[in-house]
């Protein structure tokens, strides 16, 4: 259909759109042309005709052990023995004459003076390798769409076979439209491709990456222009928006058809699919996770398809939600996961921040959101596109709670040391129910701790204790005897203040609370807020506040400062397992001395690496 000069196309289709037109564009392409390769250059090739032994398989008969070759019937009798009249030396491989029906041993030849005897009668043919007694010539060895690997073409080369009929390899151009300076010297750097390269099989695609383009809006077109004549697939990469730079829609149209503009798809919304010549040009948002999305969806699928091998199929598996989930009412979006393995069941987590390779590389796995649903709810099922083998995901160990300093150094530590298990870290406190659990307690709780979760250890539970750190006021007025939360009311104190939902914000709220006191009765409660410790320590030191709430830490080197431990700050991890190896494993990591090093200096590590179990 045309519409004036230009094709119709469909803009922003749904998900189940796309996937239905791929299909039938799929399902419309030819096989490739087939081309005659050397049997040493067919690893990765398919073969586009049946293939039949072209001679006998081995091709000669030859010795399977070092001795002698002999003929049976030219044995005579010596008395015990079996004199060899007439004979051959041969080594292990090599030729034996058709004259001789065995190969004795070298080991079970008797050696008098200039003659060799045996001491027992060999069978017939023992120890030779017959001509053809493998493969006759003439005999079939593999199908016509057979994917040549290793130990296929091992077994041509064995069979006699120079040549073979392959289906050429698909012919794919990325185009990079990108530039971004990586350096003074103003040179770019284009790490979609490389990405994309990495993830091509370079034994089946001849692969042609150009520079990337520049502004030049007919350089561009020329350059895709010529990508199409000589390929079956175009990947432009980025440049598919509606800005004015980008003009991938605009000259696809003008060279081709275009298919769709926009799929409601996130990421990779801003996906253009058409054709030019005879190739299929992806038009693909220019970005990390946008780029390896469409590859493993589309194009590799495309891939697969000219190159006459299976298409690629998800391995997937079913999870329930670990934390309630938003999801976009206008898109399906692609969530990304870490996966956890307990009691037979798979739990899943979702990464909201998944921007780059680096952060893709850390998922397990994805899930499609469903159409028009603004909210998954937690413990629901969803079917989990995998990226990693399972073996990988059961490897991990959930650490929820507050994310800080502890725990982030923790998981770096786990995976510089290239760990059997992978720390996964989540700030959700909702997970507090989950299989495994994290807790904040007062001083006061951990009086008693061993008594408090007996119970829970007594059902198999490890308690792993982290790196505590306390809490309480700071004041630069020696003068002043802070020593509760009453004080603040009964002294004139002015005090500054973090913003709410802080932790030292919330504490000293909680602690108030407790004490039955009106946080508006004390000066400055709601006034002094200021962003962060660094910037509330600095107002102290300036005498624009008396007094502040306020982690040891911050305030530790700071001698004129006199800090009132109040509380304790310590994050517990109570994870459920009764498997002693995954306890083992945990417990390497906890023990290590050098894990220690590994936090800067300034946080107190008082009780690092303990693990209280008890056995049932």
Do not use: W
Not at 165 to 192: F, G
Not at 366 to 374: A, D, G, L, N, V
Not at 530 to 542: D, F, G, I, P, R
Request: net charge neutral.
């Amino acid at each position: 259909m045309c519409k004036g000069n230009k094709m119709e196309y469909l803009k922003d289709i749904s998900f189940e759109q796309l996937n239905e037109l791929f299909d039938e564009l799929l399902n419309g392409m030819p096989c490739l042309e087939s081309e005659e390769v050397s049997v040493f250059d067919v690893k990765g090739r398919v073969l586009s005709e049946d293939l039949y032994i072209k001679e006998d398989v081995p091709s000669f008969n030859y010795a399977l052990k070092d001795g002698v070759s002999i003929n049976i019937k030219d044995l005579s009798k010596k008395g015990a023995l079996l004199k060899i009249d007439d004979y051959k030396k041969v080594n292990k491989g090599d030729r034996v004459e058709d004259k001789y029906n065995a190969v004795i041993d070298k080991k079970k030849v008797i050696h008098k003076e200039y003659s060799l005897y045996l001491n027992y009668y060999p069978s017939m043919f023992e120890n030779i390798k017959y001509k053809g007694e493998d493969t006759l010539k003439g005999s079939f060895l593999y199908h016509k769409d057979t994917l040549i690997n290793g130990e296929e073409a091992g077994v041509l080369i064995a069979s006699g076979i120079k040549k073979v009929k392959v289906y050429r390899k698909p012919r794919v151009s990325m185009i990079p439209t990108i530039d971004m300076v990586s350096d003074r010297r103003n040179k770019t750097s284009d790490n979609d491709s490389i990405i994309l390269k990495g993830k091509m099989n370079l034994e089946r695609v001849d692969l042609n990456i150009s520079d990337p383009l520049k502004e030049d809006k007919r350089d561009f077109e020329r350059v895709i222009k010529s990508a199409a004549m000589s390929s079956d697939a175009v990947l432009i990469l980025g440049k598919t928006g509606e800005g004015n730079n980008d003009y991938t829609f605009d000259t696809m149209s003008k060279l081709g058809r275009v298919y769709f503009r926009g799929v409601r798809i996130n990421p990779g919304s801003g996906f253009v699919l058409g054709k030019i010549e005879n190739a299929l040009v992806f038009g693909i948002p220019g970005d990390n996770i946008s780029a390896i999305m469409i590859y493993d969806r589309f194009v590799s699928r495309l891939i697969s398809k000219l190159s006459v091998t299976d298409t690629k199929k998800d391995k997937t598996l079913y999870a329930a939600l670990l934390s309630d989930t938003p999801s976009s009412p206008y898109c399906k979006d692609f969530v990304f996961v870490n996966l956890f393995l307990y009691n037979e069941n798979y739990y899943a987590l979702p990464i909201y921040e998944v921007n780059s390779a680096a952060d893709y590389l850390k998922a397990d796995g994805y899930f499609i959101s469903k159409e028009k649903q603004t909210l998954l709810n937690r413990g629901e099922s969803l079917e989990i596109h995998l990226l990693k083998d399972r073996k990988d995901i059961n490897k991990n160990i959930l650490f929820t709670g507050r994310k800080n300093h502890f725990n982030t150094s923790l998981s770096n530590f786990s995976e510089n040391k290239r760990s059997e298990i992978s720390l996964v870290l989540s700030q959700d406190k909702s997970l507090a129910e989950s299989y495994i659990e994290s807790r904040e307690y007062f001083l006061k709780d951990f009086e008693n701790k061993f008594d408090y979760f007996k119970e829970e250890l007594n059902k198999g539970k490890v308690i792993i204790e982290g790196a505590s750190e306390r809490y309480g006021f700071a004041t630069n007025k020696k003068y002043l005897e802070i020593v509760s939360v009453t004080d603040l009311v009964s002294k004139d104190v002015k005090i500054g203040n973090l913003p709410k939902n802080t932790f030292s914000r919330s504490s000293l709220e909680g602690l108030l609370k407790a004490k039955n006191i009106n946080h508006g009765d004390i000066k400055g409660f709601g006034e002094n807020v200021y962003k962060n410790e660094k910037v509330l320590l600095s107002a102290l030191l300036e005498d624009k506040i008396d007094i502040c709430f306020i982690s040891e830490r911050e305030v530790k080197n700071h001698k004129s400062i006199k800090f009132i431990p109040i509380i304790v700050k310590e994050n517990d991890f109570i994870i459920n397992c009764e498997d002693k190896a995954l306890i083992d494993m945990i417990q390497s990591i906890f023990t290590d001395e050098s894990l220690k090093g590994f936090l800067s200096e300034d946080y107190d590590t008082e009780n690092l690496g303990k693990i209280s179990r008890i056995e049932r």
